[in-house]
């Protein structure tokens, strides 16, 4: 069986550790050097990305997102043990943990550490998917020859270097799809490196969860509870003509999915389609001057990400969502693409004039789509609004002086509603 430390790098037959540094990081499997599509996922990304800039929150609970009434971006794995996850109200997760330290998001932090592990990446394949900052597929089918070492041995490469380089650590799940390389990433957070083979595959998704499928959330959870459908040997039962007639599309994914089969490619430089942030409040509300808080705040954080990115938007997004979880949505095409947090709010503000007196509200979001690079973006002004071209100077102004001193350098009046 072959064999590799993940800390030296030294490659052997399986032993239970590494004959060259005695470490027991060992990732060892009959079909380690044979699998090329793997997934890379950042551990903590943002959490981690704040206590390498300040190490005296090595040791402490770190969750990174919006005040009392926000909820959780994410969170270190000091929290998550006390019970803290991603998505929960943040008033829930500081009842958990009553001592975490909680983080605005830093932006343009979180961009750049990213831009320096696609660096990383790109010196390994040019076939990489990114889904998101801290987390990207990457097909390394045919590198053998060009690096002299297989796949595994530079994945694990990869993840040294982003914890000896950056300070940042990351998990690594190789298979021969990318339904089992993301699944297998998950298996051993953080600092992983799992292998799903194809002599295993079926033995391995037999009497898992089905909610182990990537996108199936609560609702085509409960779809498939009532179908009687809770593992992957439950779907194994059914006939594809008669879950395509049950679940349409998800019907012909679930029942390859189950064999698991993924043809899908890795699909280089897939484009951002859309850059957008929401809120959700611990009580409903209709009160417009805090919901006009809220959409500077989300207009802002939505700035933020675009000119992380380099990016602007020709469409913004308000959604809302009542307190009987049904959801409106208002689109508005804008005269120029813009990633100035200024006319990204005064669009969502216009949008929720429409339709503000329908609340009490649950949850509030602001996005932008259509995306272009930001050279395009911002060049005229608004010829209807003769301050506009004002007032994004004066923006460029704070963005600097934040970047300077700090993102609470300069706080706008309206973000304290």
Known sequence: MAALCRDCLTEFDAGARCPACRSPRVVAHDELNSLSIAHMDCDAFYASVEKRDNPALADKPVIIGGGRRGVVSTACYVARIRGVRSAMPMFQALKLCPEAVVIKPRMSAYVEASRAIRAMMEELTPVIEPLSLDEAFLDLTGTTRLHGHAPAHMLARLVKRMRDELGLSGSI???????????????????????????????????????????????????LDKAGIRTFADLLRWERRDLADRFGNMGDRLWHLARGEDRRRVSANAPVKSI??????????????????????????????????????????????????????????????????????????????????QGPYRLIGVGISDLVPDGDADRSGDLLDPDARRRGQAERATDAIRKRFGSDAIVKGRALR
């Open 173 to 223: 799940g190789l298979s021969h799809n990318k339904f089992l390389a993301k699944v297998a990433s998950d298996l051993d957070k953080p600092h992983g490196f799992s292998v799903i083979g194809r002599a295993e595959t079926a033995d391995f998704l037999r009497d898992r969860p089905v909610r182990l499928i990537w996108g199936v959330g609560n609702a085509a959870q409960a779809s």
């Open 276 to 357: 957008s942030n929401e809120t959700t409040f611990h009580d409903d509300t209709a009160d417009p001057d805090i919901l006009d808080g809220h959409i500077w705040r989300l207009a802002e954080n939505v700035s933020d990400r675009a000119k992380a990115r380099d990016l602007a938007g020709r469409v913004v997004t308000l959604k809302l969502k009542r307190a009987d979880h049904s959801a409106l949505t208002r689109r508005a095409a804008l005269r120029e693409p813009t990633q100035m947090a200024d006319a990204i709010y005064r669009r969502a503000r216009s949008l929720f004039d429409q339709v503000g007196a």
